[in-house]
């Protein structure tokens, strides 16, 4: 190799280095974010039992009112 070849090569390879260095971050950063999104999923899939069970809960409750109304109409 040439001596005028020596500096493209070094400058390459630290920039191949760099760009290296920015890959694991960046994948390290994605990581993160598939457990975090995880973690997510998860409180939304508890919050939606929630919500079902107290929908279920207040139909209870109205089906109840409307029957309790409909008996003291009767009476």
């Not at 939304?44 to 109205?62: D, F, K, S, V, Y």
Request: aromatic share 2%.
């Amino acid at each position: 190799m040439s001596d005028t070849s020596d500096p493209i090569i070094l400058a390459l390879v630290a920039e191949n280095a760099e760009l290296r260095l920015q890959l694991a971050e960046t994948q390290e950063q994605c990581i993160e974010m598939a457990v975090d999104a995880g973690e997510l999923h998860a409180e939304i899939e508890a919050l939606r039992a929630q919500l079902a069970a107290a929908e279920r809960e207040r139909n209870t409750w109205r089906a109840e009112a409307g029957r309790a109304a409909a008996r003291r109409s009767a009476a």
